[in-house]
């Protein structure tokens, strides 16, 4: 792969700085109280449809992000995992719960809604916008934490516990959870990426 210029190379580099890192420890990369405005800028910097600000954003630290995997989605799990199952699922969450934070990642239901009478010709476009709108921010928010230091994986035990999480830290009703960003200092390095033959992915027409 070749890029064009050194910028766009720098950024390609750090495109694939970005893997899914599991072994993670509670260090602090770079303090709490730099990561969480950093969070909040890249969030604010990523696109959503029309502008419409449908992103919203949760930080678990210290003992709220061990109890959200230690006690939450431990409960959720245990009550929905064949039992045979459920061993190595524990054993996930406990490595999720060694982890630093927390980042959970919302879609305001309400301002969804409210997209969809100000531009009713999109109306059926805007749920899918949203959940658009979710990955660019998760994407931006993962790239640039690795590219900081920090290992982080993605993860999604919102079914089961967005619920559970609303009453116990109060959250709007209409956040939607999409995912869980987990992140902390990596204990470990990414396992090898296989990618399929561009052939099979990429058209060119016209050239
Ligand atoms: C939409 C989406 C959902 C994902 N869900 C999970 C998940 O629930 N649990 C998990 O461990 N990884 C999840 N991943 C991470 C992928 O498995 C991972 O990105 C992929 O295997 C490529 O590896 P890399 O992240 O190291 O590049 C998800 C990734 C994407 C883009």
Redesign the pocket.
Known sequence: MSATTSTVSNFVSALAA???I?PLSKGAVIPDEKLIPLVQEIVKQSPSSFNSQSSRVVFLLGKDHDEYWNKIVYDAVKGVSPPDQFEGAAKRLAGFAGARLTILFYESETTVQEFQKKFAIYADRFPQWSEHAS?MAQINVWTALANEGFGC????YGNLTEETIASKWNLPKDWKLK?ELVVGEKAGE??E?GFMDDSERFKVFGA
């Open positions: 970005r893997r899914s599991y990955g994986n993605l993860q999604h995912a990414a396992g990426k």
